[in-house]
């Protein structure tokens, strides 16, 4: 895969960071979704947006004035263009919304601030004049965190820190960089690899996601086995709020009471805005090695996950898809599942890991597939997201969905929310294919990602909106995560909520209170 | 060492668990302490308790009532000796307060709930008739965690959960362990043991401590490097509180907004009391191999230990003592600094983990000692809390205290803690030797911990209290951690409130008001 080009996507940021995506649709794929009875053209094109009008910004005179004095009148922008940027998020449902020309949830301004200072002004602001601001960074969300409950407040703001973009201090001795929240992946990336550091973090939003949004949805990169998962990275933040500034973490580990940046790490921009991050980061690795593996079963594959897992040695990405999965992916392949392995860090720590990994893998009855489905994924890694637009062209409905569990409720946890999503989406009268795969391990557990791929109905959001209320229903009843690592939002907000009782929920109000007694700060997300 | 008695440990729980304490000084420590003026006798013996007058008790009778109701007349307790049992913890201040016949801090009862429920219903009974209730389990809190606030309170009680004492689940397949909280470590040990798993979690309280009591005050163990800390363990947790059951974890992990099991973890019995946790355990280890290295100085073996940390491999245990307690250690040794390695795990796991470590140390201008130094140490871990009445038998003061910071702060850090620790005491007219060593390891940092000798003055608690706030200043002013793995309680409250701020401490208010809007759970610590 070409990396793209940074200073494209800087400019192009509202579409995963891609300012390429693929034209249409592998012709495989358009051959399967025949099968589903989707037919291309049924559906009529997306609305040009171009076309389409705004609802009139009602933001109040006063406190568009008290933002400009904030961050500089330039720094304010009421523009179509740019309050059409920040509409929403990435979810398939945001498309769908996107695609008819839904845009009711503009905000009504977008406030560029440039240091924290102006973060905390900004949020005074905002708590004085009663506005609503929904923290934006690279605005990816695929649970509607970008979407806030308009009513009771004067108006809305998008509050984007793209402007806090630099890698602020680097401590080579502790290995650690302080990164401002506006910065892109790719461009964290670059700046980290020029001083010879990786952060290591790799989520499929990678292109278009900032270190903010990583932070404040308790982001999971595809070589968490490896990195971590980024709530692990994070030692310290700085957190702007309407009440001031919470600055966390004067040591990697203490007992200083509870672990106040746990609260701060998923906190979806309802209790502040994250302006930065101190992160823990690794040299670049000298060393890649990424392969496949195929298992006969994902009972197989499960069960060699978990021995590298619990007993090591772990590979940095670690990763098994179901036989659907592994069929699209490996068309015309060795059928059974795919397991890809890949291998990141010093030569011969590698080749030592390597060696042991796949000495697990082959006793646990997996055959050796080579690199070329270890290296096929890998530069593949970002593209499915682009797919989606195609898929609605072609009048297809796709959208994932993911949750986690202890290893022992797994395989029961699959089951129930296969069997929900088929049976909701075929009552529906649209069959559906549902693919699986497990793509983050813990000595515990593990997730599960599921990919839904349907007809549309007519009504595409009403006929998704049952099928993720079936499939989060399955996933309370067995008491496994609401969600893994696409957060909260708005969308499992009710299912969060549910979960964590009336007590753990009070105990968020009382949280935002403290911080946010307006209750600007991203309202109905989350809490 | 020959592991104690456990039944009798069950018998006698309030002297860190141990029944049987060292007779004396060893003679090198005893010539020792003559070089620091310590004169033996005169400071004149410890008060005998049996002949001590405690304070009456002022609990209401109404209020006593309806403990009994709730958990049975027979399990609530106005005995002298449960309530002797009950008074403060085991920090050098607390053991010389008791020494002097001080225990106005007594509760006037101790309540011993025997399920969650009741301890629910215990909340609920001092919520409504304002009695402070102090969570205790094993009792050994160093930093003042038992000794609450009484002012505004109808009375006082210990709520022991030694009757919650099972191991209630043990997942294999998730390698999972549900233990109540009343577990001493070595009962906990014991029975999953008995299954073929170990929690791998032995702090220097591991006797007399008890699985609560680890996560209340987030307890790192001496063998952290290869086990995780207790916060680590935890996936997931039941809080009993005032307001109700709060019940978290899910799933190892997952982005389903703040994981409030940190908000739990630290929290010292005022947010609520852990009645049991869920944790990640391990096969108990075929192979346990201990050394020694000697380092030339407190810089190289701290280099060493940050290589190991940061490119692997991790031994299980490592430690490096300065020159001071490496002589102390290792009397008429090899001079220099003590480095302990500890390796658990598969037999091949641990021979190669040991060999590449083996070969790094060696890299880093380590010398090694064999298996004695390391054996030593392991069979002694545990005992020299034990010392202290001795030593204060001897006219000695001896305390510790810790701390943590990422690498690049350590060499200033070590250096201003020790000066402020004897400057302070010299001052005082007690000259100090102050020891130290890292004892616990992270990517972007280590824990720091002191142990100070010197003779006692007239009033040794107002001699220490003076040291401490001298090293706690010292520690603020660095920017480090409060406090690694001792906790807050009374003794830190104030600077941990000064290090999270005054919108971090409103939080914890804000928090506390919501689990604990009567304020009763252990006021005054933490919080």
Not at 310 to 328: C, F, H, K, M, Y
Not at 361 to 367: K, P, V, Y
């Given at each position: 895969?070409?990396?793209?080009?940074?200073?494209?996507?800087?400019?192009?940021?509202?579409?995963?960071?891609?300012?390429?995506?693929?034209?249409?649709?592998?012709?495989?794929?358009?051959?399967?979704?025949?099968?589903?009875?989707?037919?291309?053209?049924?559906?009529?094109?997306?609305?040009?947006?171009?076309?389409?009008?705004?609802?009139?910004?009602?933001?109040?005179?006063?406190?568009?004035?008290?933002?400009?004095?904030?961050?500089?009148?330039?720094?304010?922008?009421?523009?179509?263009?740019?309050?059409?940027?920040?509409?929403?998020?990435?979810?398939?449902?945001?498309?769908?919304?996107?695609?008819?020309?839904?845009?009711?949830?503009?905000?009504?301004?977008?406030?560029?601030?440039?240091?924290?200072?102006?973060?905390?002004?900004?949020?005074?602001?905002?708590?004085?004049?009663?506005?609503?601001?929904?923290?934006?960074?690279?605005?990816?969300?695929?649970?509607?965190?970008?979407?806030?409950?308009?009513?009771?407040?004067?108006?809305?703001?998008?509050?984007?820190?793209?402007?806090?973009?630099?890698?602020?201090?680097?401590?080579?001795?502790?290995?650690?960089?302080?990164?401002?929240?506006?910065?892109?992946?790719?461009?964290?990336?670059?700046?980290?690899?020029?001083?010879?550091?990786?952060?290591?973090?790799?989520?499929?939003?990678?292109?278009?996601?900032?270190?903010?949004?990583?932070?404040?949805?308790?982001?999971?990169?595809?070589?968490?086995?490896?990195?971590?998962?980024?709530?692990?990275?994070?030692?310290?933040?700085?957190?702007?709020?309407?009440?001031?500034?919470?600055?966390?973490?004067?040591?990697?580990?203490?007992?200083?009471?509870?672990?106040?940046?746990?609260?701060?790490?998923?906190?979806?921009?309802?209790?502040?805005?994250?302006?930065?991050?101190?992160?823990?980061?690794?040299?670049?690795?000298?060393?890649?090695?990424?392969?496949?593996?195929?298992?006969?079963?994902?009972?197989?594959?499960?069960?060699?996950?978990?021995?590298?897992?619990?007993?090591?040695?772990?590979?940095?990405?670690?990763?098994?898809?179901?036989?659907?999965?592994?069929?699209?992916?490996?068309?015309?392949?060795?059928?059974?599942?795919?397991?890809?392995?890949?291998?990141?860090?010093?030569?011969?720590?590698?080749?030592?890991?390597?060696?042991?990994?796949?000495?697990?893998?082959?006793?646990?009855?997996?055959?050796?597939?080579?690199?070329?489905?270890?290296?096929?994924?890998?530069?593949?890694?970002?593209?499915?997201?682009?797919?989606?637009?195609?898929?609605?062209?072609?009048?297809?409905?796709?959208?994932?969905?993911?949750?986690?569990?202890?290893?022992?409720?797994?395989?029961?946890?699959?089951?129930?929310?296969?069997?929900?999503?088929?049976?909701?989406?075929?009552?529906?009268?649209?069959?559906?294919?549902?693919?699986?795969?497990?793509?983050?391990?813990?000595?515990?557990?593990?997730?599960?990602?599921?990919?839904?791929?349907?007809?549309?109905?007519?009504?595409?959001?009403?006929?998704?909106?049952?099928?993720?209320q079936?499939?989060t229903?399955?996933?309370l009843?067995?008491?496994?995560?609401v969600?893994?690592?696409?957060?909260v939002?708005t969308d499992h907000r009710a299912a969060h909520a549910e979960q964590?009782?009336?007590?753990?929920?009070?105990?968020?109000?009382?949280?935002?209170?403290?911080?946010?007694?307006?209750?600007?700060?991203?309202?109905?997300?989350?809490?």
């Amino acid at each position: 895969m070409t990396e793209p080009d940074l200073s494209v996507i800087d400019q192009h940021p509202y579409r995963w960071g891609n300012p390429n995506p693929p034209p249409g649709l592998p012709e495989a794929i358009r051959a399967a979704l025949g099968h589903l009875g989707v037919r291309p053209g049924a559906r009529g094109p997306a609305v040009d947006l171009s076309t389409v009008q705004l609802p009139a910004a009602v933001l109040p005179e006063a406190a568009r004035s008290a933002l400009a004095a904030a961050v500089g009148a330039e720094h304010v922008s009421t523009a179509a263009e740019d309050r059409l940027a920040h509409t929403r998020g990435w979810s398939t449902p945001d498309l769908l919304r996107l695609r008819r020309g839904d845009v009711a949830d503009a905000p009504d301004a977008v406030v560029f601030p440039g240091t924290h200072d102006e973060v905390v002004d900004v949020l005074a602001v905002c708590a004085r004049h009663r506005v609503a601001v929904v923290p934006f960074s690279g605005g990816t969300s695929v649970v509607g965190g970008l979407t806030p409950a308009r009513a009771g407040f004067s108006g809305v703001v998008a509050l984007d820190v793209r402007r806090l973009c630099r890698l602020v201090a680097l401590d080579e001795v502790s290995r650690t960089a302080t990164l401002q929240a506006g910065l892109r992946g790719p461009v964290a990336e670059r700046l980290l690899n020029e001083r010879g550091f990786t952060l290591g973090h790799f989520p499929q939003s990678f292109q278009g996601a900032s270190i903010g949004g990583f932070a404040a949805a308790r982001s999971a990169g595809q070589a968490s086995a490896g990195y971590g998962r980024f709530d692990e990275m994070v030692v310290g933040l700085e957190l702007a709020t309407p009440r001031g500034t919470l600055a966390l973490g004067h040591a990697p580990k203490s007992a200083a009471g509870p672990d106040l940046r746990h609260l701060v790490l998923g906190s979806e921009g309802a209790l502040g805005v994250i302006t930065s991050v101190r992160v823990r980061v690794r040299p670049v690795p000298a060393s890649r090695v990424y392969e496949g593996w195929r298992f006969p079963s994902f009972a197989a594959g499960t069960t060699a996950l978990r021995a590298l897992a619990q007993d090591g040695p772990l590979p940095t990405v670690l990763r098994l898809s179901d036989e659907l999965e592994t069929a699209v992916t490996l068309a015309g392949g060795p059928g059974g599942c795919l397991v890809v392995t890949g291998y990141e860090g010093g030569a011969a720590e590698v080749a030592a890991r390597r060696a042991a990994a796949s000495a697990v893998l082959a006793e646990l009855g997996g055959t050796p597939l080579g690199p070329e489905p270890g290296e096929a994924w890998r530069s593949g890694r970002y593209q499915a997201p682009y797919l989606r637009d195609a898929l609605l062209d072609a009048g297809a409905l796709a959208e994932t969905l993911e949750t986690a569990a202890f290893w022992s409720e797994l395989p029961a946890l699959r089951a129930a929310v296969t069997d929900a999503l088929t049976t909701a989406l075929a009552e529906a009268g649209t069959p559906a294919v549902v693919l699986c795969h497990i793509s983050h391990v813990y000595e515990t557990g593990a997730s599960l990602y599921f990919t839904v791929v349907c007809a549309q109905a007519d009504d595409p959001l009403a006929q998704w909106a049952a099928a993720k209320q079936a499939a989060t229903a399955a996933i309370l009843r067995r008491g496994a995560a609401v969600t893994h690592h696409h957060g909260v939002g708005t969308d499992h907000r009710a299912a969060h909520a549910e979960q964590v009782g009336p007590l753990g929920t009070d105990l968020l109000r009382a949280v935002k209170r403290a911080l946010d007694p307006a209750g600007v700060l991203n309202p109905g997300v989350l809490i």
